[in-house]
């Protein structure tokens, strides 16, 4: 199984970014979980980031017929980018939205998820861990053939 794992604007500067929300893991910290998780449980990981709508479009597209599942955490294009929900809902491939905070308890604007109009699930509030229970849910649902 190959995942696409995509994160979006200032995700890359974790550790440093309100860690009162975030955490205190590091961008590179956050890479080496999930590639250590993924070599565990047999798959093939691609992680991307970057603060560019436009490259972040791309990137999904680039995932058709090249992956089995994306894990995307749009950050702050969360609540305003429909281009990366039609990308989304483009490439027809399971995806699943994950926020490392607990997006429903902070400010309003935080509430409107436009790219989960096309994810097969959400995650939030489990810090950088969500990104590998998202993969193991792909992985899950995969191996049972229901996505």
């Known amino acids: 199984m190959k995942i696409l ?62 992956a089995d599942g994306i894990v995307i955490n749009p950050g702050a294009y969360t609540h305003t980018s429909i281009a990366i929900l039609d990308a989304v809902k483009s490439v027809s ?22 790219v989960r109009l096309a994810c097969v699930k959400t995650i939030t509030g489990h810090g950088t861990d969500g990104y590998l229970e998202a993969i193991d849910y792909l992985l899950d649902k995969k191996n049972d053939s229901k996505i």
């Open 93 to 114: 491939i399971p995806t699943v939205e994950v926020h490392i905070s607990k997006v429903e308890e902070r400010e309003d604007f935080r509430q409107v998820s436009y």
């Open 5 to 66: 794992v995509i994160n979006g604007p200032n995700i890359n500067m974790l550790g440093i970014r309100e860690p009162e929300h975030y955490g205190k893991e590091t961008y590179s910290d956050l890479i080496k979980k999930i590639q250590n998780h993924c070599k565990n449980k047999n798959v093939d990981v691609e992680i991307y980031q970057s603060n560019h709508e436009g490259d972040l479009v791309d990137e999904i597209q680039s995932a058709y017929n090249n």
